[in-house]
């Protein structure tokens, strides 16, 4: 997936043989020109990881710390506990990913990669997209029938584990056990299920009908028969495998916590996607076959069908007239929270048409907390319009830059909620044309259409919008001759045709009743795949770790609670944008710093996903570095995870290759060689597994009716926005700023097992962006205190400590975090770990002027990090004589003590000590 690393750590390696390791010097500047800042030096942490008795190290391994890896990892209410129930304590994961071969290192190498992992603070590694290749790359055997000379080949004959593979992987995850670390095991991700090597049962896409084989074997795989099968099949050979190292099996090893179904992956995903309109016909048959037996277990009988697939009489039927009822109506500007925008006649020079006088250009000023829904175009519907009618909305768009989305939402403006599922509108910097059908709901005296836009910056031209009813001929039941083929023909009638399976793009032409139905057999069938699998997994195969299907986003958060022993999901920030998925095509990335944009950042998102109830895990996260700002990603998710009361936060990812022990990024997603993810995320992980930022003390919840639930499930604008989250269900958006929030599992809301623990007094938790240019988020917890964001000259002021930071070259933008390593509180007498992070970067990386891409050019390595440079004042009686400030080395090794400064009690932590760690030492 990523090309490899070919540069080594060996400049630490040779530096420790140098030099004491008790106190050391700093390495030399680099010239700024290779670098888009000054002063950057490399900061990586050798392969074996901090060294014991170090702040790093203790604060990643207390001394005191007992690996828990022997006891089995279970649920109790909605935590992860580890031991029997009654005497279990609750425990949190801190995790990351492995890719590819990047799971199968040489021993020597998974005992130094292990080390290094606890050193960081990482208690769990999640081993992913190992099922698609051959060894070196992957689990299957390197001479497997189809293998070439191309080592990311995936279409071979998926029959025979590689023995060597199996090998290390066993002694990978045994090197993990010893040092307390959990395994979580993907089972299928990305295999794909060959029409030449893979038997009779996967036919080839025939091109003359439009089909194709989707990717990674994805969508059919979950109601195909022989893909079931062999899914089954392979996890029973990879789960009861015994381990050499460990004398167990998978399914009875404790130190196995986590199993993973089906990665990013649904039938109802697939479905909006449009895949299930192109797989192949015989996987096709089954799905039909499948939809034919529903119908028969619903209906009974094709009298039934035909009568309950039928607009009802006076229902329905739209208007006589089949013109645009919204012709020459002009949008009226809505806007809130002092969001400034104006809307105007479009000149005729811009006007697509100039013969539509609704024509009107949206020009967005300024949007506080850049909130979609504080700035609207809002159309009232004519009054009296048949409900339970179809109609077709057509709007004509033009956007001042692409990539851009917006939502278009069918309302009540009595009650203020909507009335249909929002659909999302992917902006182009040309005229589209995007059309939408809505169905008006029964009791509707008054209905708008909104379209939120408030994007700051966003100049939206707006040709013409039309609504138009589907007219009643068009509107399709059950056709005709097709019924349920158990029936016969009576009086000499023939047996009707099986039911034709609805394909996503007729589904406009057909009647309310056809579209619910098919939405409830997408959302029955990927449900019992989901309980066959894991049956299959715990009855038999007899796995004793909790087990989750897939991540909410591609599944829905409730079908998850009703399959998964917890729930997981995926979210990103800041990766890069291929246009149309095509990752040979130049990437471009908009640099946005999360910490200014809270309302729409990843934390609103994961936290609507939740479900109260049950354990919640993000698997997969990242801020990757085509973001200036990617140093916040993990404080961030790491900081509100712990207020939310979350179970497990893994980052994707440390290796994808080989490189295991690299210096150099050279792919978006690896964080082994990023200094400023590594070194923040050790911080992070402190806070989060420790709770030293406890759970907000009141929690708010959204409940969504299956009802609501299957009409979301039909999203035609942005098809991975399929979920029924707490938002959706009436969360107000930003509720996660200061209450736990998710969805409620019933209309009765939140379950009492989760009921948080009082924080303690001193704990404070602000994310201010009111000022972008001055956005921050600022905490304090029980021995953790930082701030995040644009936070020059910004003092965090502890009492007995004040840190102000200076400026930086992301115009103040820094992490500066403190944590006691001793677990005393704060201001106690004891170590403290002190990070201070800007960004990090290769040498040379080729960013364009609006540093909105480098195309493949990332540079040379090591990679450099930017340090911010920080003033601490103490205050505390001892500081005159006796505080100690060490900067340290990425061992955690102390280099000579900083001087104080004239100033009395000041201490100047400057990017000219080049470390991105300082250990204070308070007496």
Known sequence: MFPPIVRSSFYLLLAAALIPASVTTAPAATPADDL??????????PPTGTRPGTAPHDLAIPPTANAKTTHPVSIRDDQFI????NTAEPIRFWGTNLCFAGVFPEHDIADRVAQRMATLGINIVRFHHFDQRRFPGGIWHRDAPGASDKPNEDDFAHQTFDPESLDRLDYFIAALKKRGIYTNINLKVSRIFSPDYDGSDYPRPDPVKNEISPKKGKGFDQFYTPAITAQKDYARRLLTHKNPYTGLAYTEDPAVAMVEINNENGILWAWNYKILDRIP????????????????????TTDALRAAWSPKSGAGVPPATSGNLLENIPPTLITAKKARATLAPLAATDDADDSTPASRRLTIADVPGAAAWNVRCAWSLPTALPANATYNITLRLRANQPGLKTKLRLRSPSDNKDLAPARTLNLAATWKTHTIAFVLPANTNAAQLTLEAGIPGLVLDIDSISLQPLATGNVIGLPSGQG????????????PRPVEWVYRRDLPTRTPAVVTDVMRFLRDTEIAYWREMRTYLRDELHVTAPITTTAVGYTT??????????????????????PGFDRTKPWTVEQKPMVAHPAQSTIERLSSRRVFGKPFTITEYNHPPSSDHHAEGFPLVGIYGAAQGWDGIFQFAYSHSRAWEADTMTGFFDTEPNPAHTVVALAASDIFRHRRIAPFTSAKTGYVTLERQLERQNNYAFPREIEADATFGGLPPDAWRTHRVGLAPSGAGVPPATVAPQPSATQSL????????????????DGVAGLIGFISDQTLDLGWLRITPGDTSLNGFSIVMLNTVDRQPLGAPGRYLLTTVVRAANLGMSWNADRTGFGKNWGTGPAHAEAAPVTLDFTHPAAATAVH??????DGTRRPELIPSSTPRRIEATPASKTLWYEIVLP
């Not at 958060?557 to 890069?576: E, M």
């Not at 009111?770 to 917890?781: D, I, K, S």
């Open 36 to 45: 888009p800042f000054a002063n950057g030096f490399p900061f990586h942490i």
């Open 281 to 300: 016909t015989r996987f096709l048959d089954e799905l039909a076959a499948r939809w034919n037996t529903w119908l028969r277990n619903r209906y009974s």
């Open 484 to 495: 349920l083929v158990s029936e016969s023909g009576a009086g000499g009638t023939p047996a």
């Open 766 to 781: 602000v994310w201010d962006a009111a000022n972008p240019a001055a956005a921050h988020v600022r905490y304090t917890g």
């Open 82 to 85: 580890v031991g029997q129930q």
């Open 885 to 890: 400030v060490y900067p340290l080395n990425p």
């Open 557 to 578: 958060p409730q079908i998850s609670d009703a399959t998964a022993d917890f729930i997981d999901t995926h979210r990103y920030w800041g990766a890069p944008r291929f």
